[in-house]
């Protein structure tokens, strides 16, 4: 499996994915301060990983402090870090659980508090993993044997800890013994999928087809395509799925060609404060991503730019969601609430995955 991001005695190390697919380089994080940056730069990205990263970051930035203004310090160091990115909810999930166990440990003493808060954030990357094989299984049912799935951006184990969300749906559909294609986005303008996905792909052996953003409606009308998966950023309690930008427009396509469109991700992913995606934040990142490709400007220079890095995709377009606890069906505030509530244990926070999982059978 890709090792995406990881706890060393360094430091942070992670995965440079700014250099994928030309070098396989590794960075090594020593401070909170360039976990922020890295996240930033998007040296790590997808959603459920920079939620890894900011627990890890956290944990980093209380073992390098002392205890004098540590109070101080922890709210600095929890500021930095979640504001780096706006849209992905759960970088903020991730920074909420530690602060939770800084206050729950406080108390103990500096050094149990450091070491029960590296502990943590080494937990979250573990059931980050586990969650994805569990989105997985949930998943894999939905994926035609022997047909061919879109998906657009990275969702993959370069977008998480490891296996990855919508592509951990294709790498179980793969393990139970289906055969199974990919259509690969190329994603413009930072490229995840011709960049990422491609990579991931060829890596696990799996057919992949690269194409370009505006060729999704050729091939979605053609027949080839059986289904479309893709991941989440953030999920608003009506079903609305903030996503890397693209996503809405492949969805409207896929609905007008009567091709499924499935979202797999984690239920931190859901953010059940927001009533639609209307009031999802949508980041908006530097026009050089637009105007520039590998450094190589392919526009005029001073040309006005619109860079949103991510759209919205109403529930009207979204077939099911697949979390770990199972499958969520319109309408979607009452399934995706019964997500949320089968993932909580009983210290109520959801620091486990619920032993109790919502099932959904699916037959074709």
Known sequence: MIETIQ???????????????????????????????AIRTMVIRGAPAIGVAAAMGVALGVLRAGEEGLDAEFERICATLAGTRPTAVNLFWAIDRMKRRFAEWRGLGLEALKRKMVEEAKQVRLEDIAINEAIGRHGAAFIPDGGAVLTHC???????????????????????????????DETRPFLQGAR?????????????????????????????????????????????????????????????????????????????????????????????????????????????????????????????????????????????????????????DGRKMGSSLRKEVVQF
């Open 7 to 37: 706890w060393t005695d360094a430091g942070v190390v992670m995965i440079d994915q700014t250099r994928l697919p030309r070098e396989e380089r590794y960075v090594t994080c020593s401070t909170y301060e360039e976990v922020a940056e």
């Open 154 to 184: 990275n969702a993959g184990a370069l977008a998480t800890a490891g296996y990855g969300t919508a592509l951990g749906v294709i790498r179980a559909a793969v393990e139970a013994g289906k055969q199974v294609s990919v259509f690969a």
């Open 196 to 348: 990422l996905t491609v990579w991931e792909l060829q890596h696990d052996g799996i057919p992949a087809t690269l194409i370009t953003d505006n060729m999704a409606g050729h091939f979605l009308k053609s027949g080839r395509i059986g289904c479309v998966v893709v991941g989440a950023d953030r999920i608003a309690a009506n079903g609305d799925v903030a996503n890397k930008i693209g996503t809405y427009s492949v969805a409207v396509l896929a609905k007008e060609n009567a091709v499924p469109f499935y979202v797999a991700a984690p239920v931190s992913t859901l953010d059940l404060t927001l009533a639609s995606g209307d009031e999802i934040p949508i980041e908006q990142r530097a026009a050089g991503e637009v105007t520039h490709v590998f450094g190589v400007p392919v526009a005029p220079e001073g040309t006005q730019v619109e860079n949103p890095a991510f759209d919205v995709t109403p529930a009207r377009y979204v077939t099911a969601i697949v979390t770990e606890q199972g499958v969520a069906r319109a309408p979607y505030e009452e399934s995706l609430r019964g997500m949320v509530e089968s993932s909580l244990t009983t210290s109520g």
